[in-house]
């Protein structure tokens, strides 16, 4: 992707947060109804931690949204989720995918993001994102805005344990 237009997509992503006036609260997780989940696809591992983790929420009988950033040829394994790249970017930093816009467009109860590294396109559909509560991982003082619950990682620890910690916190913090 061109530098300008990474530049560009930035810029729109804090546009869009500073316009998403989304009412943020928690939902007790046994209330919950709708969850969302967002990742970087990177390898069969991880694909399989992510499903793993989708499968659980729907044992708990919650509806479940998946929504992936593939990197160009990177793979869509077994394309159970909806996916997005760079290529749903316009030239002045706009996004043209229906896969964001349909995932933005719901009101979630949760939105989890299962990431260790920060991403600026998975920034850009957090940013304008409608979910009442959005969890992810702590990253650094500037990723604040956009979550509502931050998980840190310890250096040792990975998304296993990300996914974990979520899962345990949602469950723990809703009931109280």
């Known amino acids: 992707m061109m530098g300008f237009q990474k530049k560009l997509i930035a810029f729109n992503t ?3 947060l500073k316009k998403n006036n989304t009412l943020r609260n928690t939902v007790a997780y046994e209330a919950m109804k709708k969850a969302a989940v967002l990742f970087t696809a990177e390898d069969m591992h991880k694909h399989g931690l992510v499903k793993g983790f989708v499968q659980q929420l729907e044992k708990d ?3 479940v949204t998946v929504l992936c ?5 990177q ?6 989720f909806n996916f997005f790249g760079e290529t749903d970017f316009d030239l002045m930093g706009n996004s043209n995918s229906m896969a964001i816009e349909n995932f933005n467009n719901v009101s979630f109860d949760y939105l989890f993001h299962l990431d260790v590294t920060p991403n600026y396109l998975i920034d850009y559909v957090l940013s304008d994102n409608k979910a009442k509560c959005r969890i992810g991982p702590h990253f650094e003082e500037d990723k604040n805005a956009f979550y509502d619950m931050m998980i840190h990682l310890g250096p040792e620890e990975g998304l296993h344990d990300l996914i974990n910690n979520m ?3 949602v469950k723990k913090i809703s009931t109280q």
């Open 61 to 63: 009988g919650k509806d």
């Open 14 to 16: 804090r546009k869009q």
């Open 167 to 169: 899962y345990h916190y």
């Open 69 to 73: 950033l593939l990197a160009e040829g």
């Open 75 to 80: 793979d869509n394994f077994e394309f159970l």
